[in-house]
């Protein structure tokens, strides 16, 4: 069972242009973070969020948290081929655990 | 400071063989899993171990069976491969139950014929 539905799936775009990818999800989480993930690598974290409304922004990607911490948003202003990759939300379930669910990823690529 | 590492980076089973995936830290951290990725799947959680001497099952540990014997090392084994368990498959760590981030390795593409 997913419980981490992200969308959309595939997203290409040409460089300047902006965009949102959603994290969505019926549970509640005590935490949430998003990863990028080039081909032939590993994840690497982008940001942790954690409180209800919370907005996080990291050069030109702003993350925000949802009021009920069941969703999470990332926007990407004025996109550049860099950001090319795929976009992996996670989230735990409750304060202390040890366990991550990672959505199903979003897979962008940005054209120059 | 490598991080974390992955031995092998690629692997050829035929069904029914077995193997074992090594997963190595020297950042000290307490928490190691593993994950496998497949298309439009994301990431897995197999196996995990919060500490040297533990470990616990995940969201998809049929098949596979790990070992934490030393802190720094997590050791994911498959003793009778399956077609199934074509994947790429991730180890990660943690450093403890107050930091969120997880470091993953480079990855181990396995596939099963």
């Known amino acids: 069972t997913q419980l981490l539905e992200q969308s959309p799936q595939f997203l290409s775009i040409q460089e300047g242009e902006n965009l949102t990818v959603y994290c969505n999800s019926s549970s509640v989480f005590s935490s949430l973070q998003w990863y990028r993930q080039e081909p032939g690598e590993g994840p690497v974290l982008l940001v942790t969020v954690v409180t209800g409304g919370e907005v996080k922004k990291l050069k030109r990607l702003t993350f925000q948290f949802g009021d009920a911490r069941k969703d999470s948003s990332l926007h990407i202003t004025a996109a550049q081929p860099g950001d090319t990759g795929l976009y992996l939300c996670a989230g735990a379930r409750a304060s202390g655990t040890y366990k991550y669910i990672f959505g199903t990823g979003t897979r962008l690529k940005v054209l120059a | ?113």
């Open chain 2, 1 to 113: 400071n490598a991080g974390v590492t992955q031995t092998p980076k690629f692997r050829v089973l035929k069904t029914g063989q077995s193997m074992t995936l090594l997963c190595a830290q020297d950042m000290n951290h307490e928490y190691m899993y593993w994950y496998r990725q497949d298309p439009g799947m994301g990431l897995r959680l197999i196996h995990y171990s919060v500490g040297e001497g533990t470990t616990a099952k995940g969201e998809v540990p049929d098949g596979y069976n790990v070992s934490r014997l030393k802190k720094q090392n997590f050791l994911l084994g498959l003793e009778s491969a399956a077609p199934s368990q074509t994947s790429v498959y991730f180890c990660a760590s943690r450093d403890g139950d107050l930091t969120y981030e997880q470091y993953f390795g480079p990855g181990t593409r396995l596939t099963v014929t």
